[in-house]
């Protein structure tokens, strides 16, 4: 990894991981910081702690979106020596401190295909799980800084956390926003994702950067859109529920594409049926 953190907005720092263009967001205060997500590997977690170093010498705090390996799985190399709080939602503290060996097999097998080297790295990394767990919202206090972690619902997953910097109008919505691709709805909620994101958006004003789970850093234009999207495809999964028609004609008009829709439409269609 090859990357440094760029500043957003003041002392909001962005960092982008060229391999999965996975987003580290990085919060500084007076004598004290914050760390949003620590990628997949030790490897890159010590590079993303030498990029952290060169904006910043002060101890940090760490957040984690969510519990898929991209976002959380540098924590042990980032969090353990000197022990660092770690805060996500209280279902991601379970999945990671309960099922460490589940979440390593999944991951190894999302990429072994594409990325067989940093499956090899996965398969083999040290998890630690977070030692805070956020229920609805929970504020904290970075050098000064207020910053408010706050769970908007179910949405890309069951155990999602967006950060808001309001001194700064800087929002992470980790991977509930996406710009460099579709939205993931491999673990997702597609009937409740854009009640979340509507959440989020009451948080915006016109001049909010917004720091997407993966690409570039957008505005509330982009997320009202995405949104819009978020919607559609939600009516879609209702009404082919409705009436009787397979997934896979649901998927044909997805908002987001056939490939993405066909698993928010199975997704979906789970949710009605009380089995998601």
């Not at 997805?254 to 993405?260: E, K, N």
Request: hydrophobic residues 45%; aromatic residues 4%.
């Amino acid at each position: 990894m090859t990357a440094r953190f760029v500043e957003v907005a003041d002392r909001v720092h962005v960092l982008r991981d060229p391999l999965l263009r996975v987003n580290v967001t990085l919060v500084v205060g007076d004598g004290a910081a914050l760390l949003v997500d620590t990628l997949s590997t030790a490897g890159q977690a010590r590079e993303l702690a030498g990029a952290a170093r060169a904006v910043t010498p002060h101890p940090w705090t760490i957040v984690n979106t969510h519990h898929h390996f991209d976002h959380c799985f540098g924590n042990a190399t980032l969090a353990a020596d000197p022990p660092r709080p770690v805060y996500a939602h209280e279902q991601a503290l379970v999945v990671l401190r309960d099922h460490p060996d589940t979440l390593r097999r999944a991951a190894y097998e999302e990429m072994r295909a594409e990325q067989p080297a940093l499956a090899a790295e996965l398969a083999d990394t040290e998890l630690l799980a977070p030692t805070h767990g956020v229920v609805s919202e929970t504020v904290l206090d970075v050098g000064g800084r207020r910053v408010v972690l706050r769970h908007p619902g179910h949405g890309h997953t069951d155990a999602d956390l967006v950060v808001h910097v309001p001194d700064a109008d800087v929002l992470v919505a980790g991977d509930l926003v996406e710009q460099s691709g579709p939205p993931a709805f491999e673990e997702s909620y597609p009937l409740q994702w854009p009640d979340a994101v509507a959440d989020l958006l009451r948080l915006t004003t016109p001049g909010t950067v917004v720091v997407p789970g993966h690409g570039e850093p957008v505005d509330a234009d982009f997320v009202r859109d995405q949104h819009a999207q978020l919607a559609r495809q939600a009516w879609l999964i209702r009404a082919g529920h409705t009436g009787n028609a397979p997934p896979e004609r649901v998927a044909a008009e997805s908002p987001f594409g056939a490939r993405p829709g066909l698993i928010a439409a199975r997704r979906g269609y789970a949710e009605l049926d009380g089995t998601a």
